[in-house]
Nanobody
Framework: QVQLVESGGGLVQAGGSLRLSCAAS????????MGWFRQAPGKEREFVAG????????YYADSVKGRFTISRDNAKNTVYLQMNSLKPEDTAVYFC?????????????????WGQGTQVTVSS
């Protein structure tokens, strides 16, 4: 069992930055792939970024590539999402997720555990 708690969301102006954190419980954190997803009002939850067990492999949605960076610290059981050059269209609730699999997936059903989410609002 893994419990995930996101933090770091807030209100920021367009062009600004935020760093999201996701703290995980459990001793097997390093064996899970981790992902960040987001959900805007009236829209489906969408993949943002994913990272492998070791952190050596990452994958990003085209909409955030070059602006967002996912990383993890297995010693601290934490995954991060550094978000730069934020745009109003990045406004959403951001969720972290953990998956018991070997490869990064963009599909929500491939993840086994989810956090409660943190709100990110980007004003124009």
């Amino acid at each position: 069992q893994v419990q995930l708690v996101e933090s770091g969301g807030g209100l920021v102006q367009a062009g600004g930055s935020l760093r999201l954190s996701c703290a995980a419980s459990g001793r097997t954190f390093s064996t899970y792939i981790m992902g960040w997803f987001r959900q805007a009002p009236g829209k489906e939850r969408e993949f943002v970024a994913g990272i492998s067990w070791s952190g050596d492999n990452t994958y990003y949605a085209d909409s955030v590539k070059g602006r967002f960076t996912i990383s993890r610290d297995n010693a601290k059981n934490t995954v991060y999402l550094q978000m730069n050059s934020l745009k109003p269209e990045d406004t959403a609730v951001y969720f972290c997720a953990a998956g018991r699999r070997h490869t990064i997936s963009v599909v929500t059903a491939m993840y086994d555990y989810w956090g409660q989410g943190t709100q990110v609002t980007v004003s124009s």
